[in-house]
């Protein structure tokens, strides 16, 4: 079945960096669009990052755009979100999803069960 693994993520300093991996199994990761989203306590799923099977293309959310970057590697069967230039408001629990931002954001689509939490503080 379907198994998606999200780590790296930890505490921060406003300013700072993390990096969060996804460890894909189940299925053939190279044929799927694979997205980030994020949930903060009392706010809905923001999907905030997506990209394409090959990497040929990625999505980010107006509220991420130029600090986040989203990449993968088909061989490790990973995604990865590199978080840049961190604030407070990114604090949130992060997941990963099977699926391109938009589709997903409309239909049911798999995702990590326990997500790995974000924490932005000085």
């Known amino acids: 079945q379907v198994q998606l693994v999200e780590s790296g993520g930890g505490l921060a300093q406003p300013g700072g960096s993390l990096r969060l991996s996804c460890a894909a199994s189940g299925f053939t990761f190279s044929n799927y669009a694979m997205s980030w989203a994020r949930q903060a306590p009392g706010k809905g799923l923001e999907w905030v990052s997506g990209?394409?099977?090959?990497?040929?293309?990625?999505y980010y959310a107006d509220s991420v755009k130029g600090r986040f970057t989203i990449s993968r590697d088909n061989a490790r069967n990973t995604v990865y979100l590199q978080m840049n230039s961190l604030k407070p408001e990114d604090t949130a629990l992060y997941y990963c999803?099977?699926?391109?931002?938009?589709?997903?954001?409309?239909?049911?689509?798999?995702?990590g069960g326990q997500g790995t939490q974000v924490t932005v503080s000085s």
């Open positions: 990209i394409y099977s090959d990497g040929s293309d990625t």
């Open positions: 999803a099977r699926g391109w931002p938009a589709y997903c954001s409309r239909y049911v689509c798999a995702r």
